[in-house]
């Protein structure tokens, strides 16, 4: 990697996202704070600022083509380089989302922000990973996009979802089609996994979560920071391995 490890973090304005930034910050890493919304965006790298971190804030909105190229413009111009890509932002969808009354609509923001977002902005960031000596790319899944613990009895899934918790199982399949090609054009230093935070008390779930943020960014962090023989293609949560 570069002297100074340069990571992005969508979606990090708050919880989970900003937890993430701290945490790698902490290492001594400087992170850029992408978020669409101003001022929360400002207040997270005053935030971050006033904690010793090396932040600086990337307006980004994962659903728009020319915000995700611009912010790789900032990058370059702001930081020289990228390192570590923590595809972050995402959205639940209005509730309820069972699927015989679900709004078409709804399915296709929840895509739009989880699924496609998360490939506009890894597509654009590519070019910069590829000139990291260790480039990593983690996105955060859910336990709930495992078709595995969707489908064993008792598991603990979640609510009836038709637009979020498929996204995260799409999210974890285009995962693994970026670990095929990126094989086959010999790109083989790029490791990318899917994380699963747990059930984190964040806006996203109204707060109703038992981990807290900090908890919820520890596998991010941990992914964020594998070796270069660490693993490629794999679904974690803190207890290791979840089932795709």
């Known amino acids: ?28 890493w ?8 101003q001022q929360r965006r400002d207040t997270a790298v005053e935030k971050l600022r006033a904690a010793g971190v090396d932040a600086f804030g990337v307006p980004l909105d994962v659903t728009d083509d020319a915000s995700v190229s611009a912010a790789a413009d900032l990058i370059t ?8 890509l923590v595809n972050n932002a995402a959205i639940t969808g209005s509730m309820p989302q069972t699927p015989t009354t679900v709004d078409p609509a709804i399915i296709r923001d929840v895509v739009e ?11 654009a960031m590519l070019p910069l990973l590829r000139r990291s000596a260790s480039p990593r790319i983690v996105n955060m899944s859910s336990s709930v996009g495992s078709l595995t613990l969707q489908t064993t009895p008792g598991g603990e899934t979640g609510p009836i979802s038709a637009a979020y918790a498929p996204s995260k199982t799409f999210l974890n399949a285009i995962t693994a089609q970026y670990v095929k090609e990126l094989k086959e054009l010999g790109d083989t230093k790029i490791l990318i996994n899917s994380g699963c935070p747990g059930f984190t008390a964040t806006d996203l779930n109204g707060f109703r979560g038992i981990r807290t943020p900090q908890q919820g960014a520890a596998i991010a962090i941990h992914l964020a920071t594998i070796p270069d023989d660490g693993p490629n293609g794999e679904f974690f949560d803190d207890a290791g391995i979840v089932p795709w």
């Open 1 to 28: 990697m570069s002297e100074q490890t340069i990571a992005l973090v969508t979606g990090a304005n708050k919880g989970i996202g900003y937890e993430i930034a701290a945490g790698l910050g902490a290492l001594g």
């Open 30 to 37: 400087k992170v850029g704070v992408g978020a669409r919304d």
């Open 77 to 84: 111009e702001q930081a020289g380089g990228l390192d570590v």
């Open 113 to 123: 922000t989880n699924v496609i977002g998360v490939i506009r902005v890894t597509n």
